[in-house]
């Protein structure tokens, strides 16, 4: 798993969260509770924020 800051945005990470090994959480970005980033997914929070709800999962591959 790859947790990058961004400028002054850090991830936000649930200690409850999964993230795959090759996965990629970029800058202003919010994970909840329960919530799944699977392989090869790419979230990037240059400006907004991306707030990933509890419980909720992002598929391989998706950018």
Same mark, same amino acid.
């Given at each position: 798993?790859?947790?990058? /800051?961004l400028g002054?945005? !850090?991830?936000? $990470? +649930?200690?409850s969260a999964?993230? /795959?090994?090759? /996965?990629?959480?970029?800058?202003? $970005?919010?994970?909840?509770?329960?919530? +799944?980033?699977?392989?090869?997914? !790419?979230?990037?929070?240059? @400006?907004?924020?991306?707030h990933l709800? /509890?419980?909720? @999962?992002?598929?391989? @591959?998706?950018?």
């Amino acid at each position: 798993m790859s947790i990058f /800051a961004l400028g002054d945005k !850090t991830p936000q $990470v +649930s200690p409850s969260a999964w993230i /795959a090994h090759d /996965a990629n959480v970029i800058g202003h $970005v919010e994970v909840s509770e329960n919530a +799944s980033i699977w392989f090869g997914a !790419t979230l990037r929070g240059d @400006n907004e924020l991306i707030h990933l709800g /509890a419980g909720s @999962n992002i598929q391989e @591959n998706c950018v």
